[in-house]
């Protein structure tokens, strides 16, 4: 195959050729076509091996393989030139056969893995350092899954990783052993975190797995207890401001946390006692604000017997009196003074009727004593 230059000499060869107004020499004619189907034969047998390449999954050695000189998908751009189609009509009539199709398909599929490739390269670079550098092996796992889920027709990188997790299962099991014996509780976080939210290809060892899920537990309820003692603080500050909304809040809070926790354990025992006076001061709030809407219902019911033409002095007094039971509430100014607006046109009345009945009984002796003085005189 030639170099850039010399194929962009051939072409221009070309194209004065079909530019010309003579009839060319028919030996220059093909020796002109000929080059250039030996040149698009070379550059379609290029394609059909990065082709296989791109087949099997090997991404980068079919770009290796187009990037040697000259570079493949220059030399096919150069070779779809527009008057190709003019040249092949040119040669077919004077008896030569013309040239083969470019494989463009195949070029784009591979102008298409550079695409994809150029990410993946930074990956391979990163893992190529990391390598180097003796890099953490969960490290260096992590990075081989990216670079497995990117170039997933490369089934080489799962073998790998395969072998890496097998590698870190067995420190793995090292590691949780040490950890849970010395109670380092942030290296067993890690390494729970490691073995159930990672997408292990190898399963790790069930052992592994039980023994940090079961001091992760402990954990958990040490945590559960922490959330407690804080919920606790942030009640005893809603108290002391009197926001019983926000106790209620956290209180709701503080049972989800306490339900997480090792309710026989002394620790929770301690936080339960902290605890305690809030919770009292919760329920005692809740019963004042039951018998608030209580007595808001009687004095409803009282306004309404104040109100009613027909209501008897004893009905409004019983209602009056039950409202007097509720010591730690006081009766609204304007329903007293209804109240006793009501008393007074009462007493009025009574007092009216005393006179009218007393003047009765004085019109109803001087009667008797006329008639006396009559029967008499």
């Known amino acids: ?21 003579m009839n060319p ?3 220059e004619l093909e020796r002109l076509h000929n080059e250039l189907d030996s040149e698009i034969r070379a550059a379609n047998k290029r394609l059909r091996e990065c082709d296989a390449l791109l087949a099997e999954g090997h991404r980068s050695e079919a770009i290796q393989l187009a990037e040697q000189e000259p570079n493949l998908l220059e030399v096919v751009s150069i070779l779809d030139f527009p008057e190709l189609a003019e040249w092949n009509d040119f040669v077919a009539e004077i008896g030569i056969t013309v040239t083969p199709e470019l494989q463009i398909d195949i070029a784009t599929d591979l102008n298409g893995a550079y695409s994809e490739d150029a990410p993946l390269e930074r990956l391979l670079r990163k893992f ?23 170039d997933l027709a490369t089934v080489y990188w799962q073998e790998d990783l395969k072998s890496y997790e097998q590698a870190r299962i067995r420190q793995l099991a090292d590691e949780s052993r040490d950890a849970v014996k010395n109670r380092d509780i942030a290296t067993v976080r890690r390494l729970s975190d490691e073995i159930h939210n990672k997408p292990w290809a190898v399963k790790p060892d069930r052992r592994i797995v039980e023994r940090l899920d079961k001091l992760m537990e402990q954990v958990r309820r040490m945590d559960a207890v922490r959330v407690v003692n804080k919920l606790t603080e942030q009640l005893r500050a809603a108290k002391e401001n009197g926001n019983g909304s926000l106790a209620r809040d956290l209180a709701s809070q503080w049972e989800a946390a306490a339900a997480k926790c090792d309710q026989t354990s002394d620790a929770f025992q301690e936080a339960k006692d902290e605890a305690a006076p809030m ?5 005692q709030l809740g019963e004042k604000e039951e018998e608030e809407r209580e007595f808001a219902n ?5 306004q309404k017997v104040l109100r009613s033409p027909s209501s008897t002095m004893p009905d409004i007094y019983r209602l009056y009196d039950r409202l007097e039971e509720y010591e730690d509430f006081e009766i609204p100014d304007a329903v ?10 009462f007493e009025k009345q009574q007092n009216k009727k005393k006179m009218m009945t007393i003047g009765g009984v004085a019109v109803g002796v001087l009667l008797v004593l006329v008639i006396a003085w009559i029967v008499i005189f």
Do not use: C
Not at 3 to 20: F, G, K, P, Y
């Open 279 to 283: 919770f009292r001061w919760i329920r």
């Open 128 to 150: 190529r350092v990391m390598s180097l550098g003796r890099a953490p092996l969960r490290s260096r796992i992590d990075l081989l899954r990216q670079i497995a889920k990117r």
């Open 298 to 302: 009687e004095v409803k019911k009282f």
């Open 1 to 21: 195959m030639a170099d850039i230059a010399e194929i962009h000499e051939l072409l221009e060869s070309v194209r004065v050729t079909l530019a010309s107004t």
């Open 336 to 345: 007293l003074s209804k109240y006793e607006a009501r008393i007074a046109d």
């Open 25 to 27: 020499d028919r030996e």
